[in-house]
């Protein structure tokens, strides 16, 4: 069992940053793959970015690539996604999850923490 907890969301301006965190508990998280996905109002939830479990190799979606950062704790079982130049764009409910296998797609996960609001003013 896996249970994830998000935090750091809020209200950003345009341009601003905003780092989220996943904190996450059970025996075998630390050698599970992470990832982030979001979900905006009326769309479908979609991929954000991923990590292996040793932090070693990481996974963007094309429209954050540059601009976001996925990294993890092992220590403590944390995971972050520091998000710069932020867009209207990237308005949305963050979710963190958990997967055995690295992977950007959705149905590769099966533990899902309750998500982060995040909110991009223009």
């Known amino acids: 069992q896996v249970q994830l907890v998000e935090s750091g969301g809020g209200l950003v301006q345009a341009g601003g940053s905003l780092r989220l965190s996943c904190a996450a508990s059970?025996?075998?998280?630390?050698?599970?793959?992470m990832g982030w996905f979001r979900q905006a109002p009326g769309k479908e939830r979609e991929f954000v970015s991923a990590i292996n479990w040793s932090g070693t190799s990481t996974y963007y979606a094309d429209s954050v690539k540059g601009r976001f950062t996925i990294s993890r704790d092992g220590a403590k079982k944390t995971v972050y996604l520091q998000m710069n130049s932020l867009k209207s764009e990237d308005t949305a409910v963050y979710y963190c999850?958990?997967?055995?296998?690295?992977?950007?797609?959705?149905?590769?996960?099966?533990?899902w923490g309750q998500g982060t609001q995040v909110t991009v003013s223009s």
């Open positions: 999850a958990s997967s055995p296998n690295y992977s950007p797609r959705l149905s590769a996960y099966d533990y």
């Open positions: 059970g025996r075998t998280v630390s050698s599970r793959a």
